[in-house]
């Protein structure tokens, strides 16, 4: 019979990220440089009007950062590693106990 080849073992490399034991915080690895697409996970259609923030803060529109969709993606170009921290998005007209977070780690 012919060999049995083994596999070369996997490249060392940035282990992927398990979902927190709580599950309330997705974490997203970005690429400095690159861009980058949150998604607001909030349910309710259609959206009003949602707030985003970074590290608690509300976040400020400018070139580099935009909110599309009436709140409920926020796009942010050139990410740089000033850019990571804890993104929320909350519905100002709505239940607001409702505050998805999600944790961006910038690399690169």
Request: negative net charge.
């Amino acid at each position: 019979g012919c060999p049995t080849r083994v596999p070369p073992p996997d490249p060392p490399g940035p282990c992927p990220t398990a979902p927190p034991s709580d599950g309330e915080i997705s974490i997203i690895t970005a690429v400095a440089g690159g861009q980058l697409l949150l998604e607001c996970p909030e349910g309710a259609e259609p959206h009003p009007d949602i707030e985003w923030h970074r590290e608690g803060s509300p976040l400020q529109e400018d070139a580099r950062r935009q909110v599309l969709a009436q709140g409920r993606f926020l796009q942010l170009r050139a990410v740089a590693a000033a850019d990571g921290g804890e993104y929320s998005c909350r519905a100002t007209r709505g239940p607001g106990d409702t505050d998805p977070r999600v944790r961006v780690r910038v690399h690169g």
